[in-house]
């Protein structure tokens, strides 16, 4: 992972990174489809009393699939988002993310492991308020040293193509919520992710707009993409290919 933090920032992109992380995997990537597999996971919150909040959890996830992750407010869903998405650590077991062991990353392996593999979608679309749309969606290019006219280019495109290209100069305020989840999901895909997770992605929205931001994930999971969807919202989960239960920590 050192060789990658030397290249940046890149020149042309990321392709000269992603060639590096294809490198470094082979030492210990062995060959199958899953792109998500979890082993034994267990995590607590420490506290007086510690919280067990994930219970020997089992899970793999197929290049390609579109899944939900469903259970009660409370169940552990956010939890295990958040080790997919390599946000948070875990306390035993094993989660292999494309192949590559996820245990006891330094904060910059992390940092580069996420940055060059995972989308990120939220409730409340984490857009910075005094960005335009545009800016929003190029910024992750920002940090990858991208010139602006390149990261300009590539964010009109990721718009055209969520249909959002003539609200390109508005602010967020000047948004509804289903335009601003649009732009979240315009902004997780410009860094060409292997895969999204969405946590409760519709769950600031009326249930006509929710439809509509699940049928975009359903056309970006028709393009190849793999999705995977936090939700306690049935109505959700059924326009996704398969539910995955959580129950009190416990895959069901
Ligand atoms: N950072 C934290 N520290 C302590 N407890 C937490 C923390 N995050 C979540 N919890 C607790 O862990 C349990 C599962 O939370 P969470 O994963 O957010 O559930 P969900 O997303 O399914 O609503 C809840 O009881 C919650 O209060
Ligand atoms: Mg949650």
Redesign the pocket.
């Known amino acids: 992972m050192r060789l990658i933090r030397k290249t940046f920032p890149p020149k042309s992109g990321f392709i000269n990174v992603s060639r590096l992380l294809i490198l470094k995997k082979s030492r210990f990537t062995f060959k199958t489809d899953m792109i998500i597999s979890l082993k034994d996971i267990n995590k607590s919150?420490p506290?007086a009393v510690p919280?067990h909040?994930l219970k020997d959890v089992n899970l793999s996830i197929d290049k390609g699939e579109l899944v939900s992750i469903m259970?009660?407010?409370?169940?552990?869903?956010?939890?295990?988002l958040n080790i997919l998405g390599i946000l948070d650590n875990y306390d035993s077991g094993e989660y292999y993310l494309d192949g590559v062991l996820i245990k006891d990353l330094s904060e910059n392996k992390a940092a580069d492991l996420r940055n060059y593999m995972i989308g990120f979608v939220f409730q409340s679309f984490n857009l910075i308020s005094y960005k335009n749309a545009l800016e929003n969606v190029a910024l992750p290019l920002f940090y990858r040293g991208v010139s602006r006219r390149q990261r300009n280019k590539l964010a009109m495109e990721q718009l055209e193509r969520m249909g959002m290209a003539d609200r390109a100069t508005h602010l967020p305020s000047e948004l509804s919520g289903g335009q601003k989840q649009r732009v979240a999901i315009a902004r997780a895909l410009i860094t060409k992710p292997s895969i999204i997770l969405a946590d409760e992605p519709t769950g600031a929205l009326d249930s006509k707009t929710s439809k509509e931001v699940m049928q975009v994930f359903r056309d970006l999971n028709a393009e190849g993409m793999t999705i995977v969807i936090?939700t306690h919202d049935p109505g959700v989960g059924e326009q996704t290919n398969r539910i995955i239960r959580i129950v009190d920590g416990r895959i069901v």
């Open positions: 919150y506290g919280l909040v259970g009660a407010s409370g169940s552990g869903k956010s939890t295990l936090v």
